[in-house]
């Protein structure tokens, strides 16, 4: 079996300061580097296109070109699918297999990318995802509760998301067509019919969004924890 990774990492993060927030640094090393570890510790990973800034594809950082052979670079979108869609165009025809995974998620395991990547090689289009623990209440535009979903079937999306190469082409192609934007691949796949399972996430897989953030992963990496 022959897998492509794509780390979307084109956010701004505004919510961040100035860098790209899977720039930022964490443990003395970008962001970005400690999921890179992850992903290409599977060598069933043959390919691992990640997505940045346009102005700075255009001059990608020399560490992150000569961190691996398998690493190439493509400009990211305004929106993450549009990151998703401009790596996923130069996934190699002969990949079986995607999985994408946020840069801005530096603790993910090599257990759980080795198990989408499972998952996915099966057939199966799989998101990592985690139970909800609070209540979960949609609400209308004037702060109103309109509806509380029933918390035992609400979960979480984390990535790694993993699909067979033609799933995620295929809905890709569909999405393009209707002009369908979605934040979430499982969910962009989901949409167009194909069945997506839920594996068991982790809760240090945080994303990183807010400066809170980067201190928890800190000091989670610090204890070893
Ligand atoms: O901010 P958000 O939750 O959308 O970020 C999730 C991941 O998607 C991050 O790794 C971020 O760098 C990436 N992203 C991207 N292109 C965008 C927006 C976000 O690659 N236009």
């Given at each position: 079996m022959r897998a492509a990774v794509i780390v979307p990492a084109a956010g701004q993060g505004r919510r961040m300061g100035s860098l790209p927030k899977a720039f930022l640094p964490l443990a003395g090393r970008p962001v970005i580097a400690h999921a890179l570890?992850?992903?290409?510790?599977?060598?069933?990973v043959t390919q691992a296109v990640?997505?940045?800034?346009?102005?700075?594809?255009?001059?990608?950082?020399?560490?992150?070109?000569?961190?691996?052979?398998?690493?190439?670079?493509?400009a990211g979108g305004q929106e993450r699918t549009g990151s998703v869609r401009n790596a996923l165009a130069t996934v190699a025809s002969d990949i079986d297999v995607v999985l994408i995974h946020d840069a801005a998620r530096p603790l993910v395991s090599r257990a759980l990318v080795k198990r989408a990547l499972d998952e996915a090689g099966a057939g199966r289009s799989v998101t990592a995802a985690i139970p909800v623990a609070d209540t979960v209440h949609e609400v209308g535009e004037d702060g109103r509760v309109v509806a509380t979903p029933d918390r035992s079937r609400l979960w979480r999306a984390q990535t790694p998301q993993a699909f067979p190469h033609s799933v995620l082409r295929d809905a890709y192609a569909r999405a393009a067509a209707?002009?369908?934007?979605?934040?979430d691949d499982a969910a962009l796949v989901a949409r167009f019919g194909v069945p997506v399972f839920v594996i068991e996430g982790e809760p240090r897989n945080l994303k990183i969004t807010v400066p809170d953030d980067l201190r928890l992963a800190r000091a989670w990496l610090q204890n070893g924890t």
């Open positions: 570890e992850a992903l290409l510790h599977d060598d069933r990640i997505a940045i800034d346009a102005a700075q594809a255009a001059d990608p950082p020399p560490w992150l070109t000569q961190l691996d052979p398998r690493v190439c670079i493509v209707r002009d369908v934007e979605a934040t």
